[in-house]
């Protein structure tokens, strides 16, 4: 019997540690992909900043609340603004950020092309 109960005991524990294992690299992966809005060039994962500190707190109630990552950040997104987020979504506020560097690159690949087929001549 007290065999029985110290493997019960010892199953909730070890179950229960990997769901917070699981849990802070999901709280981990969110903060790295959030602004500090206070640093601006650090994520929330590297700041120590108390804005920082509390966002870090905030994602990990929500994520004990049962949200999953897009609706934390749709919920972020709405508080602060889409600027919180590194990676924000494709849409009609971003097609210039998204499409930029597509621009560029082609630029300079056809500037590259012309200037070796004018050196050949």
Known sequence: MKLLK???IFFFLFNFS?????????SNKITKNLRCLICQGQSIY????E??????????EKLEE?????????FLKDKYGEWILYD???????????LLPIFIFLLG????????????K
């Not at 590297?46 to 900043?49: I, N």
């Not at 804005?51 to 990990?60: E, G, R």
């Not at 049962?66 to 749709?74: A, M, T, V």
């Not at 690949?109 to 050949?120: E, H, S, V």
């Open 88 to 98: 924000p979504e494709f849409n009609k506020n971003t097609y210039f950020l998204w």
């Open 66 to 74: 049962g949200l999953n990552e897009k609706q934390i950040y749709d």
């Open 6 to 8: 110290f493997l019960t």
């Open 46 to 49: 590297d700041s120590d900043s």
């Open 18 to 26: 990997f769901l917070n294992a699981q849990s802070e690299n999901e």
């Open 109 to 120: 690949g056809a500037i590259i092309f012309k200037l070796f087929i004018f050196r050949k």
């Open 51 to 60: 804005f920082a500190n509390s966002l870090k707190i905030l994602v990990k």
